[in-house]
């Protein structure tokens, strides 16, 4: 099992920057993949970024890559989601999520945390 718990959401004007944390509970962080996965108003969850347990490998959703960055600290137990360059459509509830799958041409995950508001004003 792992429990994850996010931090760092929060408003700011577009163009502005912010990093989101995970921290993880539990032994087996290391050994799972992390991602985040984002919910806009009205809209279904998606897919945001992976990185593998290693952080040798990342992946992006196509709207994020080159503005986002996914790391982790496997020693801290805890996976960022470092945010540039952001956009009022950037706006969502962000989740953590751990255990990543492939799932047809998206992602989902076994473990998720509870999620942390990021708003982007114009």
């Known amino acids: 099992q792992v429990q994850l718990v996010e931090s760092g959401g929060g408003l700011v004007q577009a163009g502005g920057s912010l990093r989101l944390s995970c921290a993880a509970s539990?032994?087996?962080?290391?050994?799972?993949?992390m991602g985040w996965f984002r919910q806009p108003p009205g809209k279904e969850r998606e897919f945001v970024a992976r990185i593998s347990w290693s952080g040798g490998s990342t992946y992006y959703a196509d709207f994020v890559k080159g503005r986002f960055t996914i790391s982790r600290d496997n020693a801290k137990n805890t996976v960022y989601l470092q945010m540039n360059s952001l956009k009022p459509e950037d706006t969502a509830v962000y989740y953590c999520?751990?255990?990543?799958?492939?799932?047809?041409?998206?992602?989902?995950?076994?473990?998720w945390g509870q999620g942390t508001q990021v708003t982007v004003s114009s």
């Open positions: 999520a751990a255990a990543l799958v492939p799932n047809g041409s998206s992602w989902s995950a076994g473990f």
């Open positions: 539990g032994r087996t962080f290391s050994t799972y993949s």
